[in-house]
């Protein structure tokens, strides 16, 4: 099928501007995802050399305390027999690593969420946008963009616990640098410095950051020309290490910012608090930023969103 270019969106008069309701069908619940192929799994396969595995999950709890007043996740093993156990584990999908699903977010101005979905179908069932559909179909070429190790490389200082903004040129120039190109289907993966450095913060430096209105990220730049750019290049999911994908504080009455632009409009899957730091050194030694990702969500139905369950294997 031809694809609209992002200029060329929307594909009817009717609907909101620079949204791809409609490219799919009426009915769509991958978004982006769609850009994966089934040929473009077995073209990531090929990319698998050394049979390295990278996890990108961070482990369940790992923020004390969970951001943005977020509930920490609670485990308890449940005895089954004298030599036998259970266990039972309640958590936020959001708390750790995280896909947000296209019930995460709705545009604040047209109030709705991806394919012209109302809060009253997310909250009744979310049955047309749920992370179930996203189950099987989250496998394909990855791409590591190493923005916060490019801007050390370059000699500018940065600190991913304030609001850095990596522009796209920055993104652009990055993997001219690395050599890998963006292609079509990809899943891509930004690493601009967060979970690496927030990991060095002692206990009370985390209790200070976790609230909402305190919280300081880097991130990239949430601009028409990001998401065009994104779009264009058929990007199928992009997943960050820092809280947010943009950098934060964001204002959320200004639509605007990169969730409307990526989730309600175009179905862009974004990914936050992902562990990227081994995958970049690895990257940086053997000069392949490209990889196969492997992701998993939950199969729940009407999900709003899951962990990633994912690795990248090189």
């Given at each position: 099928?031809?694809?609209p270019?992002?200029e060329?969106l929307?594909i009817?008069?009717?609907?909101?501007?620079?949204?791809?309701?409609?490219?799919?069908?009426?009915?769509?619940?991958?978004?982006?995802?769609?850009?994966?192929?089934?040929?473009?799994?077995?073209?990531?396969?090929?990319?698998?050399?050394?049979?390295?595995v990278?996890r990108?999950?961070a482990?369940m709890?790992?923020?004390?305390?969970?951001?943005f007043?977020?509930?920490?996740?609670?485990?308890?093993?449940?005895?089954?027999?004298?030599?036998?156990n259970?266990?039972?584990?309640?958590?936020?999908?959001?708390?750790?690593?995280?896909?947000?699903?296209l019930?995460h977010?709705?545009?604040?101005?047209h109030?709705?969420?991806?394919?012209?979905?109302?809060i009253?179908?997310?909250?009744?069932?979310?049955?047309?946008?749920?992370?179930?559909?996203?189950?099987?179909k989250?496998v394909?070429?990855?791409?590591?963009i190493?923005?916060?190790?490019f801007?050390?490389?370059?000699?500018?200082?940065v600190?991913?616990?304030?609001?850095?903004?990596?522009?796209?040129?920055?993104?652009?120039?990055a993997?001219?640098?690395?050599?890998?190109?963006?292609k079509?289907?990809?899943?891509?993966?930004?690493?601009?410095?967060?979970?690496?450095?927030?990991?060095?913060?002692?206990?009370e430096?985390?209790?200070?950051?976790?609230?909402?209105?305190?919280m300081?990220?880097?991130?990239i730049?949430?601009?028409?020309?990001m998401v065009?750019w994104?779009?264009n290049?058929?990007?199928?999911?992009?997943?960050?290490?820092?809280?947010?994908?943009?950098?934060?504080p964001?204002?959320?009455?200004?639509?605007?910012?990169?969730?409307?632009?990526?989730?309600?409009?175009l179905?862009?899957?974004?990914?936050e608090?992902?562990?990227?730091?081994p995958l970049?050194e690895?990257?940086?030694r053997d000069?392949?930023y490209?990889?196969?990702?492997?992701?998993a969500?939950l199969?729940?139905?009407?999900g709003?969103?899951?962990?990633?369950?994912?690795?990248?294997i090189?």
């Amino acid at each position: 099928m031809k694809i609209p270019t992002f200029e060329e969106l929307p594909i009817r008069k009717d609907l909101p501007a620079d949204c791809s309701w409609g490219v799919f069908g009426d009915n769509d619940a991958l978004g982006c995802l769609n850009f994966l192929t089934a040929e473009g799994v077995v073209e990531a396969a090929g990319l698998v050399k050394s049979g390295k595995v990278f996890r990108l999950d961070a482990r369940m709890g790992f923020a004390k305390p969970p951001l943005f007043g977020r509930p920490a996740p609670e485990h308890t093993v449940v005895p089954l027999a004298p030599m036998a156990n259970d266990d039972i584990v309640h958590f936020n999908t959001q708390e750790s690593s995280q896909w947000d699903g296209l019930g995460h977010v709705g545009h604040v101005r047209h109030e709705r969420f991806y394919g012209n979905v109302t809060i009253g179908e997310v909250r009744g069932g979310n049955a047309k946008l749920g992370i179930h559909h996203w189950a099987d179909k989250f496998v394909g070429r990855g791409l590591l963009i190493d923005a916060f190790g490019f801007r050390k490389a370059k000699g500018r200082p940065v600190n991913p616990l304030d609001r850095e903004v990596y522009t796209l040129k920055e993104l652009q120039a990055a993997i001219e640098h690395q050599g890998n190109p963006l292609k079509p289907g990809t899943i891509l993966l930004v690493r601009t410095g967060w979970m690496e450095s927030y990991e060095k913060l002692t206990a009370e430096e985390k209790r200070a950051i976790a609230p909402m209105e305190k919280m300081r990220s880097a991130g990239i730049e949430a601009s028409r020309e990001m998401v065009a750019w994104l779009w264009n290049n058929r990007v199928a999911a992009i997943g960050t290490d820092c809280p947010a994908v943009e950098a934060v504080p964001s204002d959320f009455a200004d639509e605007s910012i990169l969730h409307y632009r990526a989730l309600p409009l175009l179905g862009l899957p974004l990914g936050e608090l992902f562990v990227l730091a081994p995958l970049a050194e690895d990257c940086a030694r053997d000069r392949r930023y490209e990889f196969m990702v492997v992701s998993a969500p939950l199969n729940v139905e009407g999900g709003i969103a899951s962990p990633p369950n994912a690795v990248a294997i090189k």
